[in-house]
């Protein structure tokens, strides 16, 4: 017998699957128990009539929304799961896997790009180097900061930024750090950060901690917050990283241009 039905999903109300008949009907025919529920539960029923099974259901619509809900499985929301979110681990590899210089349009190469509007005095490139430039391993290709040389003290002086999206899970700490280091003559102060649009600064490194072999700089652990934006139904949300490079002149010292080399960029969640 079929029943045109007329009643809106009720809520179930109980979260206990008693096998009486009615419940028993439906898992004997899994399948197209399982397809008619899916219509059947939702907010607003598309379902016109109950199957030949709602007869053991006295026909009634709460009996097969309480026996609908033992058999359709709600699907879990998913769920951020955090992962190493930059480029991988080996040092010295090509710079983000793109391919070096003359094999690949330089500068606009997602997902890292450099920011160069406003800094006519500071441009950026891609830069192949040996793995005699003190870094170790094989050959590789390096993200390379070229700042012009500023009279002293003027300022904002010679900046650079590269960025590209990040992605965070909501509440997770992270762990930022880098490979970097400062070709002579040293003869601007410098400063190398890492910051976010919506953090700001997360850490700074000064030119007293730069050399013209590569160091490590970090980790630096940070647990994001977005207070003025979207989570989306995984968890998670967007912000832009940049390592940003900053040089003015030393009182005293000649004019001159300075290079930064960047590599090995790592953003980890911490366990």
């Not at 960047?262 to 366990?271: F, L, N, Q, T, W």
Request: proline fraction near 9%; include cysteine; glycine fraction near 8%.
């Amino acid at each position: 017998m079929k029943l045109l039905i007329f009643l809106p999903f009720l809520t179930f109300a109980s979260a206990a699957c008693n096998a009486d008949n009615c419940l028993r009907a439906l898992r004997a025919t899994p399948t197209r128990a399982s397809s008619f529920c899916a219509t059947y539960t939702k907010s607003t029923s598309t379902a016109t009539t109950i199957p030949t099974f709602g007869s053991f259901c006295s026909n009634a619509p709460s009996r097969v929304s309480s026996a609908c809900s033992c058999v359709v499985t709600s699907t879990p929301p998913p769920i951020c799961r955090p992962s190493p979110v930059i480029n991988a681990a080996t040092r010295n590899g090509n710079f983000e896997d793109y391919p070096p210089p003359g094999q690949g349009v330089m500068n606009i190469q997602p997902p890292w790009y450099y920011d160069e509007t406003g800094s006519a005095n500071a441009f950026g490139d891609y830069k192949i180097e040996p793995s005699s430039s003190g870094f170790g391993g094989a050959s590789g290709t390096v993200a390379a900061f070229h700042l012009t040389g500023q009279a002293p003290n003027v300022l904002p002086g010679a900046v650079l930024r590269l960025q590209q999206p990040i992605a965070y899970c909501n509440g997770t700490t992270y762990a930022f750090s880098l490979y970097a280091r400062q070709l002579p003559p040293f003869n601007q102060d410098c400063r190398l950060s890492f910051f976010t649009d919506f953090e700001g600064t997360i850490a700074t490194f000064e030119t007293p901690a730069f050399s013209n072999t590569f160091q490590k700089y970090g980790p630096v652990t940070r647990k994001p917050f977005r207070d003025n934006g979207e989570i989306n139904g995984k968890g998670e949300y967007t912000d832009i990283l940049s390592i940003i490079v900053q040089c003015t002149g030393i009182t005293g010292q000649p004019v001159v241009d300075t290079l930064f080399e960047v590599d090995a960029v790592r953003v980890e969640p911490v366990v």
